[in-house]
C-alpha cells in the first residue's frame, strides 16, 4: 500500500507565501512524476505544476513565476513554494505521484488527501 501525505496548508493573506509538502510512504519500488492540481468550488480539478523524476517541471499559466515545484528523491517528498498568493489560488490543493509498487507492470497514479489554501484578508 502507498499514501501519499499532504501538509503545509493554512490561510494566508493576499500577496502571502505558504509551502506546501507531500510525502509519499509504503511499498515504493519507484516514483517517477510528482505533481500537484487544485479544486475551487464549482470548478473542475486543475493542474498546478509537476516534475519529473529528472527534474523537468510544468507549471500552470495561472501560477506560472509565483509557485515552484521541487522534490527529494531520498525522501519521497515533493514540496509546492507558493509566492505572491491571490485570493484566486483559494482551492484544495492535492498532490500525486506515479509509482511502482512491484517490478512489474506499470506504475500507478496516488492521490493525497488534499489540503485546503485559502487566501483572504
Known amino acids: 500500500q502507498v499514501q501519499l501525505v499532504e501538509s503545509g496548508g493554512g490561510l494566508v493573506q493576499p500577496g502571502g507565501s505558504l509551502r506546501l509538502s507531500c510525502a509519499a510512504s509504503?511499498?515504493?519500488?519507484?516514483?517517477?512524476?510528482m505533481g500537484w492540481y487544485r479544486q475551487a468550488p464549482g470548478k473542475q480539478r486543475e493542474l498546478v505544476a509537476a516534475?519529473?523524476?529528472?527534474?523537468?517541471?510544468n507549471y500552470g499559466d495561472s501560477v506560472k513565476g509565483r509557485f515552484t515545484i521541487s522534490r527529494d528523491n531520498a525522501k519521497n517528498t515533493e514540496y509546492l513554494q507558493m509566492n505572491s498568493l491571490k485570493p484566486d489560488d483559494t482551492a484544495v490543493y492535492y498532490c500525486?505521484?506515479?509509482?511502482?509498487?512491484?517490478?512489474?507492470?506499470?506504475?500507478?497514479?496516488?492521490w493525497g488527501q488534499g489540503t485546503q489554501v485559502t487566501v483572504s484578508s
Open positions: 509504503g511499498s515504493i519500488i519507484s516514483l517517477y512524476s
Open positions: 500525486n505521484a506515479e509509482i511502482m509498487t512491484s517490478h512489474y507492470g506499470s506504475p500507478i497514479r496516488y
Open positions: 516534475i519529473t523524476r529528472g527534474g523537468s517541471t
